[in-house]
């Protein structure tokens, strides 16, 4: 029985290791902050204001937080969808966003419809420009306040209806005075392609209200860090149960589609004649290979389903592949 005990804490912990962003208060949160100079893609619909992060005042009040700020689409890391943290600072996003696998999306005001583009074709949805001058919080109970208003709000009757989309507003819900139907901040748990995660709009960031030039760096690191410290036990118990329960099952599947993208990979690099693209490929099938390898020094995989090891090398391995796909399409 100890021996048991002391697998299924095992597991726990690589679990957690594998599928939630790990924060504490020794290792930095990874934020994205994307603020493109460019506009017009992924079906944005809005302004181009590119809303700036305080860096000196992110690092004074939240330390912990590792801020990188990308101006345009050239520069996003190639493990843009791992970082703990994600800002579509009122700009579109051109990655596909079903893929985040960190742990909470953050929408400033018009960035709200990129989300809805890569999650259903159509960057409109439940949501339009309803903010006006004042702003009531109810979780938390800050009270009212005073904001620039006309910033992009989301219909409560209208996002309850939504299957990918799960309201949390018991942890995060702020409406307009004038229109309670419609949320200016709330948090949304959402379903993606390969995790759910967690999402937070922010409607009036008040980015150049001039009582609170910093209002939208302060509500991104308060809620940010917020969401993962009071969230992250619950995923982790959810991912632990999965693996303890499946591992057999989700090594047999990652081994799969290790085939199954290789093949799909070589096919599309045949056809591809632009060289930074073939170059970027390339290495992304070699650091997959490389994973497939480390599976493999464990024994044939078929053999070895219920390996924690094997699984986690080819889960890397399918992650390279997917992002070498990405890059031929």
Known sequence: ????????????????????????????????????????????????????????????????????????????????????????????????????????????????????????????GPWSYCTGSETKWIVPDYGTESVSGWDAGIYKSGIEGISWVKPRLDVLYAVDTSNPDCISVGLFEVKGKNRDFYWVHLGPYDAYHPDSPDRQTLLVGEFGTKVLSMLQ???????????????????????????????????????????????????????????YKKALAYGPILRNLSNIHVFIHLRKAVIYLREALSFLS
């Open 1 to 124: 029985m100890r021996r048991i005990l002391a697998l299924a804490l095992i597991l726990f912990v690589v679990s957690s290791l594998i599928f939630v962003p790990h924060v504490s208060a020794g290792k930095p949160i990874r934020m994205l902050w994307y603020r493109a100079e460019e506009s017009g893609n992924a079906g944005f619909i809005g302004g181009d204001s590119r809303v700036i992060v305080n860096l000196n005042l992110m690092k004074q009040k939240y330390p912990n937080i590792q801020v990188d700020v990308v101006n345009n689409s050239a520069d996003i890391p190639s493990d843009w969808y791992s970082y703990d943290i994600l800002v579509i600072a009122d700009t579109d996003f051109p990655r596909n966003l079903t893929e985040f696998r960190g742990g909470v999306l953050i929408t400033l005001d018009s960035g709200i419809s990129t989300l809805f583009y890569w999650f259903t074709g159509d960057p409109h």
């Open 233 to 291: 036990p619950q995923q982790q118990a959810s991912s632990a149960k999965t693996t303890l329960l499946n591992l057999p099952g989700l090594t047999f599947l990652y081994y799969h589609q290790y085939g199954i993208l290789m093949k799909q990979v070589n096919e599309s690099l045949q056809r591809t004649n632009d060289n930074s693209t073939i170059e970027k490929v390339r290495s992304e099938i070699s650091a997959a290979q490389d994973e």
